[in-house]
């Protein structure tokens, strides 16, 4: 059971938009739609921005949006602001009652 | 109001034990999964596994079976992870997180614990 494949960094100015890919295998995420994302600030326990690959939480903003195609899962944040500036984690259930997250991306607000 | 407390920072020394605690309130205690996951300093999030407080059934990610035990005592509303014998390379902040979801169904994490911090030196 590997962690899922995200990119290290991405970066961005503010108003632009961003993508981070979220790869895994035909075990976890080609299989299963309960892929979810989270923000982690510094210092902070993760939130929740997405849940069942492409749906949002009440009270996180719609410049927040997911999809899946495949293995591979994205999160897309539009209209870059300097507040998301964090740590992006995906997860996906793995099958058998287990779990794995992906290695984790840092977003940059230049 | 949903919340999942945790016990305070610990420091402790190789080879010594330790069970760290998570406190659910504001729902019903035994109908949702409650998972552990490490964050080693500076590193990405771990999954380590979950237990189902309504009866204890741990599930472990195979990364952590047999490192850790995950319980909980559904009376006072609490989970634990615990350790027989503390390694250096155990020194890592503990989240716990509960499962949205309903007859035993996990679907992502919702509210998550404030973090434990947990160092071994000697």
């Known amino acids: 059971q590997s962690a899922l494949t995200q990119p290290a960094s991405v970066s961005g100015s503010p108003g632009q938009s961003i993508t981070i890919s979220c790869t895994g295998t035909s075990s976890d995420v080609g299989t299963y739609n309960l892929v979810s994302w989270y923000q982690q600030h510094p210092g902070k326990a993760p939130k929740l921005m997405i849940y069942d690959a492409n749906k949002r939480p009440s009270g996180v903003s719609n410049r927040f949006s997911g999809s899946k195609s495949g293995n591979t899962a994205s999160l897309t944040i539009s209209g870059l602001q300097a507040e998301d500036e964090a740590d992006y984690y995906c997860?996906?259930?793995?099958?058998?009652?287990?779990?794995?997250f992906g290695g984790g991306t840092k977003l940059t607000v230049l | 109001e949903v919340q999942l407390v945790q016990s305070g920072a610990e420091v402790k020394k190789p080879g010594e034990s330790l069970k760290i605690s998570c406190k659910g309130s504001?729902?019903?205690?035994?109908?949702?999964?409650i998972g552990w996951v490490r964050q080693m300093p500076g590193k990405g999030l771990e999954w380590m596994g979950i237990?189902?407080?309504?009866?204890?059934?741990?599930r472990y990610s195979p990364s952590f079976q047999g490192q850790v035990t995950i319980s909980a005592d559904k009376s006072i509303s609490t989970a634990y992870l615990q350790w027989s014998s503390l390694k250096a390379s155990d020194t890592a902040m503990y989240y716990c997180a509960r499962y949205s979801g309903y007859d035993r169904r996990m679907y992502y994490f919702d509210y998550w614990g404030q973090g434990t911090l947990v160092t071994v030196s000697s």
């Open positions: 237990i189902y407080p309504g009866d204890s059934d741990p």
């Open positions: 997860c996906s259930y793995a099958g058998s009652s287990t779990w794995v």
């Open positions: 504001g729902y019903s205690f035994t109908s949702n999964w």
